[in-house]
């Protein structure tokens, strides 16, 4: 099995000697995938993302101890274009509905440029492929940053089986003619060369509804809809770690004996955290009785600082957090514990502790964190959850609804959850944990090889 994706399952840092250190490649895509398949002898293309990764294949040592790694040393300009422009800036802005139509996407002479560029870089993921398959052999590509993949192989190699799992929502029909039309045509057209699948059955209609109306017919390949699920062993074995259990004691120190709120996040506007900060404080103004009985510990992390968007919000989230303990603080409380360096063990722990966790995004193809969430927590905790995330599909009658741009509705879901009687937060929480263990990242890939062996689920 091929397995194709932008981040790959290692990432390597130059030592002073002139060697290099081999370390677990980021993101979550990697992390549900990586130890599904490690040993499983698969081959795994991705692109090197770094200077360092880079050098690592430049000096043949970019290599991986439990999969035969392909990483491949993209053209810079381009693989810039690929990632920022096409990837980041449209297509992540277009599904998740962050496009600030007035203003802003305006395709002019850089974009058509970029948009080379990104076939470009999905022409060189379609040759090593094609290079490395063996005859038929199942090849999985992921995501967004290689939609035009499948109809690049389509025409290399037609003997392989092909599936193409998009991690985000699908954009619906109105959103689809932003795009410049042969933009459009060309994603749509070969995302259906193969299998499509997404994380919620709503993502694979809009896919389906904007093949329809931009190419006048069903995608030919077929949709799915498969949610990505945790990995109950793994997560477990984790989330039992040293690392985690002295993360726990730092965060009971913090808390004390209030109430936690807590949210773990990329620094993504996508996930709505100014919206999250500004609910909390209309909580605070309209239920005096939580002031100094509540923390809201925010476990977030920097991505895609090349872009200056995320760059504005990463500022924009810091100051709705220092304008809520402004306002509020007192001389032992303060309502807001904001953690931009968090690191994985701490979110664990924050995932253990939590009696509310917030998930508020304006659209989420999936998000896992609510997952690990309900099915990691020791505190009967309560995930107030957006309907926009695909994890609602699966967690929604457990959870507390969350309307995400709606702050009332917010700060009221935030106010229930924690005023929630023991023996209901006990049941939902229970119930939470039994929801999210339900599908499990083995069940989901699976699913994927299933699929693009061109049989139904089983
Ligand atoms: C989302 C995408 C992944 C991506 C991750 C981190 O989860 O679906 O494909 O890897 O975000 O984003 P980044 O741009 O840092 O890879």
Redesign the pocket.
Known sequence: MIVV???GPERFEATTSGGFTRHRG?????SALRPLLAGADAKWVAAA?STDDRAAVAAGAATSEDFDLHLLALDEDDHRLH?DVV??AVL?FLHHGLFELPRRPAFDRHFAEAWDAYGRVNEAFAAEIAANAAEGETVLV????LALVPAALAQRRPDLQVAFF???PHCGPNSIGVLPDRVATDLLASMARCAAGFHSPRWARAFEVCHEMVLGSAPAGGTFATPLGIDPDALTANADGAEVAAEAKNLDEAIGDRKAIVRVD?I?PSKNIVRGFRAYDLMLEEHPEWRERVVFVALVYP??EGLAEYLAYRQEVEQAAQRVNDRWATGDWQPVILDAHDTYPRSLAGLRRYDVLLVNPIRD?LN?VAKEGAFLNRHDGIVALSREAGAFDELGDAAVPVHPYDLTQTAEALHQSLAMEPAERHARATRLQELAAVHTSRDWLDDLVRRAEGVSAA
Do not use: F, K, M, P
């Open positions: 994706s932008h981040r980021a993101g979550g895509v990697i993302i990632y990837s980041n992540w992921q995501d967004y940053h998009q991690h985000t990329r993504e991505s895609r193809g896992l």
